[in-house]
């Protein structure tokens, strides 16, 4: 599939990371392994829809919940929540 010389996939002005790698920063999942367990099982919520897919980008601004813990991707990739 042939794109436009212009676009460049990889040039994304805004941080992003990834739910897999965001569960794991968050203390929420202890490893790669129990992080795709929670969301391939649809724990997950990000912006309060089931989330299955683990290298679902996350934004700044996005809300992630796992049970009754929820945190919100501040500035920067960071994370701030009621934990």
């Known amino acids: 599939m042939n794109r436009p010389p212009d676009t460049d ?5 805004e941080p992003t990371i990834t739910l897999n790698d965001a569960l794991k920063l968050s203390g929420l999942a202890q490893t ?6 929670m969301i391939q099982s649809g ?7 089931v989330e299955t897919r683990r290298k679902r980008k996350l934004r700044e601004g996005d ?9 919100v991707l501040g ?3 960071e994370l701030e929540g009621d934990r």
Do not use: W
């Open 32 to 37: 790669g392994g129990q992080a795709k367990l």
């Open 75 to 77: 500035l920067a990739g």
């Open 63 to 71: 809300t992630v919940t796992v049970g009754d813990e929820t945190f």
């Open 43 to 49: 724990r997950v919520r990000v912006n309060g829809e």
């Open 9 to 13: 996939r990889f040039d994304d002005p």
